[in-house]
Structures are given as structure tokens and as C-alpha cells.
């Protein structure tokens, strides 16, 4: 059983910067690409960023591409969401999860995961 757990989350101001971190047990993450995610109330969940299982291919969403940075440290079985010049649109409940490598899926779709963390809040002021 994998367990993730995100944090780093806060209530920061407009232009400010947050890195979330996503520290798993159960399974080395070296094995697995992940993603972000996030989600508003009453809104469905969003695709953030992908990593692929070594790091070296990664994909973003066109409204945090150029702010947002994933990257992953294997050693320490983390990933990472470093969120530069915040706006108040990103304010949301930011997830990690484990893609399930099943051949076909869409790295943007939630249903390509299989393993979520709670989530951690990230609140952007204006």
C-alpha cells in the first residue's frame, strides 16, 4: 500500500512563491511517474504537472506552464511542486498521486492515478 502525504501549503500573497513536497512510503517512487493535481470546491479535479518515472520528461498545464516546476528526488522517494509568481486562481487543494502506468492513459486524466494523497491548501491573497 502506498502512502503519500503533501506539504507545504500556506496562505501567501499575490507574485509570492511556495514548493510543495510529496513524500511517499510503501513503494519507491522510482518506479512510478506522478503528477499534481488540484481542485476547488464544486469544481472538478485539475492536472497540474507530470514527472516521468526518472525525471526526465515532464508536462504542465498551459495556466501554470513557466511558473510551476515538478521534480522528484528518488533517493528520498519525494516530488516536488515549486509555484513561483502565485496568482489568486491558483489558490486550490493541491494533490500528488502515482500514475498507474497502464498503457493509453492521459497524464492530465485523474482517472490514469491510482494513489492520492490528502492534499495539501495553497490560498493565494490578492
Known amino acids: 500500500q502506498v502512502q503519500l502525504v503533501e506539504s507545504g501549503g500556506g496562505l501567501v500573497q499575490t507574485g509570492a512563491s511556495l514548493r510543495l513536497s510529496c513524500a511517499a512510503s510503501?513503494?519507491?517512487?522510482?518506479?512510478?511517474?506522478m503528477g499534481w493535481f488540484r481542485q476547488v470546491p464544486g469544481k472538478e479535479r485539475e492536472f497540474v504537472a507530470f514527472i516521468s518515472r526518472g525525471g526526465g520528461s515532464t508536462s504542465y498545464a498551459d495556466s501554470v506552464k513557466g511558473r510551476f516546476t515538478i521534480s522528484r528526488d528518488n533517493a528520498k522517494n519525494t516530488m516536488y511542486l515549486q509555484m513561483n509568481s502565485l496568482k489568486p486562481e491558483d489558490t486550490a487543494l493541491y494533490y500528488c498521486?502515482?500514475?498507474?502506468?497502464?498503457?493509453?492513459?492521459?497524464?492530465?486524466?485523474?482517472?490514469?492515478?491510482?494513489?492520492w494523497g490528502q492534499g495539501t491548501q495553497v490560498t493565494v491573497s490578492s
Open positions: 498521486a502515482t500514475h498507474s502506468g497502464r498503457p493509453g492513459t492521459l497524464v492530465a486524466a485523474p482517472s490514469s492515478y491510482d494513489y
Open positions: 510503501g513503494r519507491t517512487l522510482s518506479s512510478v511517474a
